[in-house]
C-alpha cells in the first residue's frame, strides 16, 4: 500500500491520502513548537505529497489550528483536505495549564451541544483563516 494514495471517505466525494499530518503534536503535546518548525513540517508533509492534515481546538489550546491556518495559505485549498474536531469549547484563563508542554492561554471545556458545536466551528475557522473545514469530527465522546 502507498500512503500517499487516496482513498474515498465512504460515500461522500471527498478523497483523503491514506496517510495525513496530525497536528497534536505541533500543539506542543510532548514538547514546545516554533512557529517555523511546524511552518516548515506542514510544508515538508505537503512537498512530500500528504494532503490530509487533521487538528483540534483541544491541541495547544488553539495553537496547532493557528499553526495550520498559516503553514496551510501557501498551497491551494482545493487540493487540501482538513478535519478538525467538535465537543471541546476554549475559554480563556489567566494561567496556562500544564498539561501540554505549551499552551496557549484558554481551557478546554467539553460542550456537545449544538450551540458548542456551532461557536467550535466558528472559532476554529477563524484560527485557521478558513470559512470551512472538509471534515468535522466529535472529540472524546
Not at 84 to 111: C, H, I, W
Request: aromatic fraction near 10%; avoid cysteine.
Amino acid at each position: 500500500m502507498n500512503p500517499l494514495d487516496t482513498a474515498q471517505v465512504g460515500t461522500t466525494t471527498l478523497n483523503v491520502t491514506r496517510l495525513g499530518l496530525g497536528g497534536a503534536p505541533l500543539g506542543g503535546l510532548f514538547t514546545d513548537v516554533e512557529i517555523q518548525t511546524a511552518l516548515s513540517t506542514v510544508a515538508r508533509g505537503h512537498e512530500l505529497g500528504i494532503r490530509y492534515f487533521d487538528t483540534a481546538p483541544l491541541y495547544g489550546h488553539g495553537k496547532s489550528e493557528t499553526y495550520f491556518g498559516q503553514a496551510l495559505q501557501a498551497f491551494p485549498r482545493d487540493q487540501l483536505v482538513l478535519s478538525s474536531k467538535v465537543g471541546r469549547v476554549l475559554n480563556p484563563v489567566e494561567q496556562q495549564p500544564d498539561t501540554y508542554a505549551a499552551l496557549l492561554p484558554f481551557e478546554a471545556v467539553f460542550d456537545f451541544s449544538r450551540d458548542g458545536v456551532l461557536r467550535s466551528l466558528e472559532e476554529s475557522f477563524a484560527r485557521l483563516g478558513l470559512d470551512h473545514i472538509d471534515i468535522a469530527f466529535i472529540h472524546d465522546p
